[in-house]
Structures are given as C-alpha cells and as structure tokens.
C-alpha cells in the first residue's frame, strides 16, 4: 500500500490552519485545504505494513487502539496516492457512515496505532479520509441511495447523534421506515450542539448529511422528548422495534463549597447556548464576554470551551486538570499500539496563546472552594496543587500544602465528563441498567432486558469517542433488522 519506501522519502504534513487572531474573528472551521500533490504524497507514506494496526479498534489499557469503525485505510491510501479518488470514497464508505464528521472531530486512535508511529510520524490518516469525503461532494459522488424494497418495519430510533444517525442511515437502506426522536430544534445531537462550529460547521456539513437522508426516506422529529412529549406507552405501540441512542448526557458535577454562586455552568450548556446563537444570529444566553473565565476540564470538551470564551472577548481563561502534564514521548508504560498519552497543543491553547501570551492550561490543580460575594455572584476560585500517590492499588490526589491559591473568576465552567444517560425514559420503558447507570446491553447483541428496545452508543458503553458510537449504531441496526425480518445483510 502506498509507494514503496514513500515512508522514507516524504515527511509527515498536515494542512495549515488559519492564523490563530486571524481565525478568532468568526466561527468557521479553521482548517485550510492541502494541494492534490501533497495529499497524494500524504498516502504514499502509507508503508505496505504487512500487519496493520491501524483498523483494528480494539481496547489497550483502557484506552481505543486503531479504528473502531475498522476503516480499510491502507487500501485508501493507497487509492488517493495513485490518485484513484473514486475508489478511495467507494473503499471509504464501506465501513464509515459520515467520514465528513470523523474525519475533523475524531482523535485519529487510527493515528495512534499507525506502525510507521514506531520510528516516524505516523500517517496523516485523519486528513486523508477527510479530503477523500469533501471531494466526492464536490464531484458529486455523494448521492441519495435508492432503497430497492421498502418492509412494513417500522422503527424509531431515539437521539440524534452519531449513534442513532449510523443506526438510521443502516436501518433505512435496509428498507425499514425509520423515525428519529430528537427533543432539540435541530437534528444533530453531539454533532449539532456538543462540538463548536469552527471544529464541525453545521450548515456546510452535518446538515448537509440529514438533507440527504431526509432524501434517502429518514424522518426526522424535533422538539420531540420522548418520555414527555411523546410518551414511552405510545412509541413501543406504534413502533415494531425501538433503538436507544439517547447519549450519556448527565454531566459531572463539581461537589465543593460556593457551587450555589451564580457563574457555574456545564460545558455542554455553555456550547450548545454558543452554538445555537450562532445558528440564530442571535446573542448566546451564557456569555463570556469581558468574563475572567475558568475553564475545569483538560479534554476536548475543556478545549472547545475555552476557544469559544476566546471567540465570545472575555477577559481571560484559564483551562484547570487535576492530572499531571503529560510527557512529550511515549513512556515506557505507554507502548505502541497504545494511544500515545503525550501532551498536544490543541486549537483552543493555541489560540489562547496567541491572545494572552501563554498556554491556558494548569496541570495537577484541585478545585476547593469557590467564591462569591454577598449577592451570590462568583468571584474567584481556590486551587492548590495536588500529588499523585497510589494507595490500595489505586492513584488518588492528594493536597500539596503551602500551595493554595486563588483565581479570579467571574465564569467558570464545568467540562469533567458525564456520568450517564438521563434515567427518566429509561424508567418509563423499564429497561435495565448497569452499575454506572448505563443500559444493560451486551455489545454485539444490543438488546436491553425489555422486548423489541435496543440500546447503542455512549447510553450503552458510556461517554465514548464518536467512532465508537458510529460502530454501535451500525452494529445495533444489524441486530435490529436481524430481529425484525429473523435474517440480516447489514455489515
């Protein structure tokens, strides 16, 4: 795959992005194209591995090793550096559903386990699946599948995220009719509000991919909650199967003194407010604007918030994490084909690097109290470093006395992960769940404990990475129309 020694003769390069104060200015993607050359330079580094690591999506160390969707991406490489860009998108939409949204929000796990990784940079994979999509958009390759024969099958599919878009997108080429539940004003899910416009644009991109599967047959419901508007009794009536894909959406809270000051929002609130003002044309309801903002939470969520408190003016941000800084190279507990647990400079840093002078993020802080004045209004934060000591098997933090401090804060914002799926529609149709509140459902059969309701995504296996809600969706449709007709050809 790719050409033989290419490795060796071309460097790794990605495209180059919008200056940082440049691109702070608005709210579109930030990312610039790269020449058909250079890309088909890009696959010839793809180095005919033999065995390659990066489709396997498995689990190493807790973490996802290789493609959880298993994308052929040798093959496709191999494809954009012969400069056969048909059937690199043909190769690519065997196994990916949206390649336009994993290949600008997802990690690149596929990156991570790339064998060239061991000596080199590794393959820009990420990129190349990403310029295979948009140019068979633009030569239109992308058209509606034509479903041949429609069944009497009808299901609906609850949340309209990556998990219940696969599901739909698999469901409806099966033939079945299919209705998604979603209780926002736009389709979308995670896609639409959870992930800022200038790292996925709404309009040009997820958008464009619900018109086409409205073309396609789907039916798409918003402003719709199931369990509320539409009641749990009525869709297991009018519906011969149901799959939920409803997220893990129950936000981790910050349990410390002053939590009640007003100025302490979630981080999903916060973007999905951001984003819908800038859907709208309107003024987003939580504001950043002139606001000291603390951003707790050093992932992706974390970074997203602080490069939207960048876009909106505040005053200043600052990123808190409890963990230490990770280390520039892999460490000896952290082998290929491991996810590299390195520290990256992400959009959001860089950006407010570029505004303030410095890296936003503080590594190794712990949260112990938050302050207010006398109308409840926050004001600060009190911090102090912390140590990493095992006990019982177990990593805690522990306090470093002597290094508490305090940072002024008119805004802070909560981006520490999620618990779970809100439970009260799960209660309604009485299915069961697990010990950290998801839906009891084993993985490749995607059944819950109640008759005709599947469960798939991060509801199922917890907050995940959007590959791995795109392969329980698939999968979940699989198992779904299997139950359905007794057989299935769905991959």
Not at 74 to 83: A, F, I, K, L, Q
Not at 260 to 270: E, L, P
Not at 395 to 403: A, H, K, L, R, S
Request: charge should be negative; aromatic fraction near 8%; include cysteine.
């Amino acid at each position: 795959m790719g050409k033989v020694k290419g490795f060796l003769e071309y460097e790794r390069a990605v495209p180059e992005d919008r200056q940082p104060l440049e691109r702070i200015k608005d709210w579109k993607e930030f990312h610039k194209e790269m020449p058909e050359e250079a890309l088909r330079e890009q696959g010839a580094r793809c180095m005919d591995c033999g065995t390659p690591y990066c489709h396997t999506g498995i689990m190493l160390s807790g973490m996802t090793s290789g493609c959880p969707i298993h994308n052929l991406i040798p093959e496709w490489n191999d494809h954009v550096y012969r400069g056969f860009w048909r059937e690199a998108f043909e190769r690519l939409m065997k196994t990916n559903n949206f390649p336009e949204f994993t290949g600008r929000v997802c990690p690149a796990p596929c990156e991570g386990s790339c064998v060239l990784g061991i000596i080199e940079p590794p393959v820009t994979i990420k990129n190349i699946e990403c310029i295979i999509i948009e140019h068979a958009f633009e030569q239109g390759w992308v058209k509606p599948c034509e479903v041949a024969k429609r069944t009497e099958k009808r299901v609906a599919i609850v949340g309209s995220g990556p998990a219940g878009l696969a599901c739909a997108d698999q469901l409806n080429r099966a033939g079945h009719n299919v209705t998604v539940f979603e209780r926002d004003d736009r389709i979308g899910g995670l896609l639409m509000y959870g992930i800022p416009n200038m790292k996925l644009d709404k309009e040009s991109v997820v958008q464009r991919r619900i018109d086409l599967m409205e073309e396609e047959g789907v039916t798409f419901v918003v402003n719709t909650e199931v369990g509320k508007d539409y009641s749990a009794e009525k869709l297991l009536e009018e519906f011969d199967a149901v799959v939920l894909c409803t997220g893990a959406t129950k936000p981790r809270d910050l349990d410390v003194e002053g939590r009640g000051n007003k100025g302490v929002y979630f981080a999903m609130d916060y973007l999905r407010s951001s984003t819908k003002a800038v859907l709208d044309g309107d003024e987003p309801k939580i504001n950043a604007k002139d606001k000291a903002v603390v951003v707790i939470g050093g992932g992706d969520t974390g970074t997203d918030c602080v490069a939207t408190s960048i876009r909106q003016g505040c005053k200043s941000v600052v990123q808190l994490e409890i963990m230490p800084e990770p280390p520039l190279e892999r460490q000896p507990d952290n082998p290929w084909p491991e996810w590299p647990k390195t520290i990256k400079v992400d959009y959001g840093q860089e950006e407010a690097a570029a505004v303030q002078g410095d890296d936003p993020r503080r590594y190794s802080v712990m949260t112990q109290k938050l302050l207010g004045d006398t109308n409840g209004h926050l004001t600060g934060i009190e911090v102090c470093q912390v140590e990493w000591v095992k006990k019982e098997e177990r990593w805690i933090p522990e306090p470093v006395f002597g290094t508490e401090e305090t940072i002024p804060a008119d805004m802070i914002l909560l981006a520490m992960g999620f618990l779970g799926p809100e439970e009260g529609l799960l209660q309604q149709l009485k299915v069961e769940q697990g010990e950290r509140s998801n839906i009891k459902a084993e993985y490749g059969d995607f059944r819950t404990s109640m008759v005709k309701v599947f469960a798939a995504g991060d509801a199922r296996r917890g907050q995940s990475l959007i590959v791995w809600a795109i392969n329980e969706g698939r999968a979940a449709a699989r198992e779904c129309d299997r139950y359905l007709m007794g057989c299935t050809n769905l991959p």
